[in-house]
């Protein structure tokens, strides 16, 4: 008896899939209602134009930030991909002129990290100047431990604090 209920319910749904639907001229669409077509409608996203110039643009389009190792000053692989978009851009646009900052980790003495955080800067424009970018256009700072970006004593944090990071001018 199961099997013959559950077969009929099969039997009904496989029908109701079946089934036509109403075509988009027999709907009764009221004022402002959305007409029904049988075409695929794409969505066209207009994206606001950054302006290659600005700080948004430097942010969430090349990147403001390359992180270091502990105790270094060493560009690495991922750092070198990053400075070399800042490098372009920043041979593209002949007018920018930017600050590297260097910063560290909680770690160490204020002078330590001072110096450390100037290696890191000047490492950073030391690279983009090897990429053929003036270097009258970049200048460095160093913060040292004394404006970490993220609050905390574990190595995720440390490792968010050790970084150059570029501003614009």
Request: proline share 2%; net charge negative.
């Amino acid at each position: 008896m199961r099997f013959k209920l559950l077969g009929l319910f099969a039997a009904g749904l496989l029908v109701a899939a079946c089934e036509s639907t109403q075509e988009a001229s027999d709907v009764d669409a009221g004022e402002g209602a959305a007409e029904v077509t049988d075409t695929v409608v794409e969505e066209v996203v207009v994206e606001e134009e950054i302006d290659p110039r600005s700080a948004q643009y430097v942010t969430e389009i090349l990147g403001d930030r390359v992180y270091f190792d502990f105790d270094s000053s060493v560009i690495n692989a991922r750092a070198q991909a990053t400075v070399k978009r800042w490098a372009e851009w920043m041979n593209d646009y002949g007018d920018v002129v930017i600050f590297v900052e260097g910063h560290c980790d909680e770690r160490g003495t204020r002078e330590y990290n001072l110096a450390l955080g100037e290696r890191r800067a000047n490492a950073v424009k030391n690279f983009l100047v090897a990429l053929g970018v003036d270097p009258s256009r970049v200048a460095t700072i160093s913060y040292g431990k004394e404006r970490p970006s993220i609050e905390g004593h574990t190595e995720a944090a440390w490792s968010q604090n050790r970084r150059g990071v570029l501003v614009l001018e």
